[in-house]
């Protein structure tokens, strides 16, 4: 009989072997317990797992849809590292002996099976490890690997993803690199039924002031029922280039007729950036998932629906979010309980955020990343009555229809002063509060 220790000793004697021949790590690696807890610090040992905070691991996957495939992205992160890899599998939360769905090999993954051959696996449990191109030697930042996964049939019951990562130090050795692991559970998701909305049921961004007026460029936020069965935000993976997704997980929103592009959906809620070409006046918008089509939502289009980005109001005063260049908010001196907050100086440039600030100059197509400085024309902000210079107005480079006013605070006298804003004669409907210190 052979111990544990006997066979990690004959291993860890074999891997420039097994290394050279294939890349990726041995089985069994992603410390999960059921699989006898060992992660990649077996070999890589320099530290423990999980013990350099300034690096990660993390799981990105939805709930499943049974005999769906879907994409599980592992994401290995640390400052300092430039060399990468990871190894991932699933297993039936019932049973974790038991593999749950089928992982599928790549040209940069290749999935082994347990205790041993490589896929297709039939009943045995699957470990998807990196190929030695997907290492990605020399490149710093950020490494995401891609496994197709098939997930199981229905009444499978809930499934746990347990992924190790190695962010290396490209040492070519096993010393010097960073070994994370985690850990993720998904249910399967609930039946797709048709979306439910009410008539009303969209508004523009609250938190940038709601309303029922739209334009190009700008966002909404659409309440409902059966929306969606998944819950999750865009990732940089939905985009094409610059370009931002037309659907997620197979929710899709028109707006008088033409694809808007969708940044979250869950059941009750889908945010969605109102596309270009949608003329003036009265236009619907329609949640559409797998199961059918809502009914119409009516709302008004315009050329610009500027909305300043605002704190929620407390009674009838309601802050704008303005930042100052040392980082800190336009507020009472500790007035916003999570961040410093102070009065805004005269002769002090601050930071405004709106949305629906409408065309640009050069233009930016609606679902692109702003790239460059492009600006609205007439911008014009008032502190009270006295007109404020405004060092820039345009959208934030870098965002998606998020727009960036700088202005200078203009020599107003100290205390509450009443903030606003219009770009080419449209005024933000909103009435703000700005604090101004001496
Ligand atoms: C049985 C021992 C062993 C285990 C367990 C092991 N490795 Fe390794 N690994 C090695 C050795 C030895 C090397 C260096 C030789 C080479 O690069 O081929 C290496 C190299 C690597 C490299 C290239 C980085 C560099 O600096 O050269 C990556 C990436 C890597 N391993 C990832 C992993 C991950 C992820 C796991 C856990 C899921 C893991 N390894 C588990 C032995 C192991």
Redesign the pocket.
């Known amino acids: 009989m052979f111990n544990r220790f006997f066979w ?1 000793a004959v ?2 004697a ?3 072997l ?3 021949r294939s ?4 089985i069994r ?2 410390g999960a317990a059921i699989d006898g807890g ?7 040992r320099t530290s423990a797992a999980n013990s350099d905070s300034r690096g990660f691991v993390r799981i990105n996957a939805v709930n499943y849809t049974p005999g769906q495939r879907q994409t599980i992205r592992v994401q ?1 992160f640390h400052p300092e590292a430039s ?5 991932l599998t699933a297993r039936l939360a019932s049973n974790e002996n038991n593999k749950a769905g089928t992982l599928t090999p790549n040209s940069l993954v290749q999935v082994n099976c347990d205790p041993s051959g490589n896929a297709p696996c039939g009943n045995d449990r699957e470990f998807a ?2 190929l030695a191109p997907a ?1 990605t ?1 020399g490149a710093s930042g950020l490494a995401t690997f891609s496994v197709e996964w098939t997930a199981p049939a229905e009444g499978s019951g809930d499934v746990v993803l347990y992924a ?3 962010a ?7 010393a ?2 960073r ?1 994370y692991t985690t850990s993720l559970r998904l249910s399967p998701a609930p039946a797709l039924s048709r979306p439910t909305v009410s008539s009303d049921g969209a508004i523009a961004v609250g938190a940038f002031g709601g309303g029922r007026t739209i334009s190009p460029g700008s966002w909404i936020e659409i309440f409902g029922t059966s929306l969606s069965n998944i819950t999750r935000e865009w990732a940089t993976w939905d985009f094409t280039g610059s370009n931002a997704p037309r659907s997620l997980e197979g929710v899709s929103v028109t707006v008088g007729g033409r694809d808007a592009f969708i940044r979250y959906v869950s059941p009750g809620q889908v945010n969605a950036q109102v596309p270009d070409g949608i003329g003036s006046g009265s236009v619907n918008v329609v949640v559409t998932n797998a199961a059918g089509a809502s009914s119409n939502i009516q709302m008004t289009a315009a050329p610009r629906s500027p909305g300043l980005l605002a704190f929620p109001a407390s009674g009838a005063r309601q802050l704008a979010v303005a930042l100052l260049p040392d980082g800190a908010f336009v507020a009472r001196t500790g007035e916003i309980a999570t961040s410093p907050s102070r009065p805004a100086r005269p002769g002090e440039t601050i930071t405004l955020y709106l949305i629906g600030g409408g065309a640009t100059t050069p233009p930016t197509p609606a679902g692109s990343v702003a790239a460059g400085t492009p600006t609205v024309p007439n911008p014009q902000v008032r502190f009270g009555e006295a007109p404020a210079t405004v060092s820039y107005a345009g959208l934030a480079p870098g965002a998606v229809g998020l727009y960036q006013f700088n202005v200078v605070v203009p020599n107003v006298a100290p205390g509450d002063t009443r903030l606003s804003l219009s770009i080419d004669g449209t005024a933000t409907p909103q009435t703000l509060t700005t604090v101004i210190g001496n």
């Open positions: 990690s291993l860890s074999l891997p420039l097994l290394f050279a890349g990726g790590a041995p690696r992603t060992q992660d990649c610090s077996a070999c890589h290995v060399r990468w890899g990871f190894q490890t990196h290492t030697q190790a990562g190695n290396a130090d490209n040492g070519g050795s096993n010097g690199d070994i």
